[in-house]
């Protein structure tokens, strides 16, 4: 009898001590998750190409005439190359558009006056400051162009001029390699001598000045 309390005793005496061990263990501290990538500062280096869209609204004057309005839209590609030095990105730029611009008047010119434009082409620098994904910049360089002037009856004149172009605009990436852009550019293309073909005694310069506000996709590689 007596073994059997002994025996008892020390079976309750280990049970308190495993009972008092669990008791005192501490769980596992929780397992920290890895802090999140902090994201990568979008880089504006590349070729890049992509398609332009917009309108335009300008003046044209001939000598015989008041300044009127022209009016119309183009559309057209663009090609251009970023290098990005810290917030500074330094670019090349070149474009294309089929355009539409035109007005008319009959003050000082009774058969009618008309100017018109349907091509228009630009090489340009860019400088911009870039805040990660977005791009604000400003543009300048060389407009080429043609110049169509016509009177009723007369044969006219159609002439490719060289002219300058500034203005600026606002990029943003919208992915690794896509953006999109707006801009605005003033033109000038200088004059176009009608004289004679339209029916001028001896000259009879024709001006061309337009603002082109215009959006863009481009795809960067």
Same mark, same amino acid.
């Given at each position: ?104 008047? $009959?003050? /000082?010119? %009774?058969?009618?006056? #008309? @100017?018109?434009?349907? &091509?228009? +082409? ?28 016509? $009177?009723? /009856?007369? %044969?006219?004149?159609? #002439? @490719?001029?060289?002219? &300058?172009? +500034? ?32 029916? %001028? ?21």
């Amino acid at each position: 009898m007596k073994r059997v309390l002994i025996a008892c005793a020390s079976a309750l005496a280990l049970t308190g001590a495993a009972a008092a061990a669990d008791l005192s263990r501490r769980p596992p501290p929780p397992v920290k998750a890895p802090p999140p990538a902090l994201p990568t500062t979008y880089n504006w280096t590349g070729f890049y190409f992509g398609v332009n869209g917009g309108g335009a609204f300008g003046t044209s004057k001939w000598d015989s005439t008041e300044e009127f309005d022209l009016s119309g839209w183009l559309v057209g590609g663009t090609i251009g190359y970023n290098v990005q030095s810290g917030p500074w990105v330094f670019g090349v730029e070149g474009d294309v558009d089929w355009t539409n611009i035109k007005g008319d008047t $009959t003050l /000082g010119c %009774a058969p009618g006056c #008309e @100017t018109k434009n349907s &091509w228009l +082409a630009t090489a340009r620098g860019r400088l911009g400051v870039a805040f990660d994904r977005v791009l604000p910049y400003a543009t300048g360089g060389l407009a080429i162009g043609d110049i169509k002037a016509r $009177t009723p /009856g007369l %044969a006219g004149a159609d #002439e @490719t001029n060289t002219g &300058w172009t +500034a203005g600026g605009g606002l990029e943003v990436a919208l992915s690794r390699g896509w953006t999109a852009k707006a801009e605005y550019l003033y033109v000038d293309l200088g004059k176009l001598d009608c004289g004679a073909a339209c029916g %001028a005694a001896v000259t009879d310069n024709v001006s061309f000045k337009t603002h082109l506000v215009r959006g863009g996709l481009n795809f960067r590689f």
